[in-house]
């Protein structure tokens, strides 16, 4: 998920800092200490609280290098997106309208949000949150924060078929997760400042790429459009009322409106996932789910 403003703020103090002391991590190898020192010392200089940061890493394991591995082989074209509009899947995912109706009527009442649409998106990001991922968050994204790092890109690289490195190229592969690194380390600020609002971050589990809960939420998302809908003052993306505000909340502040042209809603959908297969596969969803001719 994408953000604005406030985000590149974030990422220019982040990556200043990174070009000032990375000679640290000549001095020895980043990954003897799990590479973590050096991220802490990042996020520090960031202005996160030392009690946060402290709260990131503690009882983590090493970073997640398989995780950055798997991204760099995954092919969008070859995600199939068909699977969601069976009629088995169809069914399951009308059962689930009924079951919360009241919860995903008062997300249309709060954000103006269509239901179908909302369980639309829970179906093919976690099959109506039954699948929200067992990789642990803060080790997946430090393994994509360390690629600024050559040793660390080299490890990767040595992981990948020859059939993918020969599609990458070194030189693209190496501008991919310079890029990614930088995404990474702002994403590894917001869940300090989860942590500095007293979340328990360090023990969350998600999607490969870091992301939390029935909505798939990566940190900033979370930090930034994470709603309480059942009430009970904590946002919790594995509680569905929380996960159907959220998600609501996210459509609506990008744009969001059930009346707006059908390019219109494509565009905000591509905010969640940039993937055009995607987004129309979620609107297929939703028509179907609603019976439209």
């Given at each position: ?217 990566m940190p900033s998302s979370m930090l930034r459009y994470g709603a309480d809908g059942n009430g009970d003052g904590v946002v919790d993306l594995y509680a569905p009322e929380d996960a159907f505000m959220s998600i609501a909340h996210y459509l609506k502040s990008h744009g969001w409106k059930d009346s707006a042209p059908l390019p219109h809603r494509e565009k905000v959908l591509l ?23």
């Open positions: 998920m994408r953000r604005s403003t406030g985000k590149n703020g974030i990422l220019s103090t982040l990556w200043i800092w990174a070009m000032v002391v990375g000679w640290v991590g000549a001095l020895a190898p980043a990954w003897a200490t799990g590479g973590y020192d050096l991220l802490e010392n990042r996020l520090s200089a960031a202005g996160r609280s030392p009690h946060a940061v402290r709260e990131l890493f503690s009882g983590t394991g090493p970073p997640r290098l398989k995780n950055v591995a798997l991204y760099m082989r995954i092919r969008e074209s070859r995600l199939n997106y068909d699977r969601f509009l069976e009629p088995d899947s169809l069914e399951r995912a009308r059962r689930f309208l009924e079951t919360y109706a009241p919860s995903l009527e008062r997300v249309r009442e709060v954000h103006q949000v269509d239901p179908s649409v909302v369980v639309a998106i829970l179906l093919v990001e976690t099959r109506l949150g039954t699948n929200t991922g067992n990789h642990p968050v803060v080790p997946s994204l430090a393994a994509f924060a360390l690629m600024e790092q050559k040793d660390y890109r080299d490890r990767v690289w040595r992981m990948l078929s020859a059939q993918d490195r020969k599609r990458w190229g070194r030189k693209r592969f190496d501008d991919k997760l310079t890029a990614r690194a930088r995404w990474a380390l702002a994403e590894l600020d917001a869940l300090a400042r989860l942590a500095e609002r007293g979340q328990k971050v360090s023990d969350l589990q998600g999607s490969f790429m870091g992301a939390i809960g029935w909505a798939q939420f905010r969640y996932n940039n993937s055009a297969p995607y987004a129309r596969t979620v609107l297929e969803i939703a028509r179907r789910l609603k019976r439209e001719p």
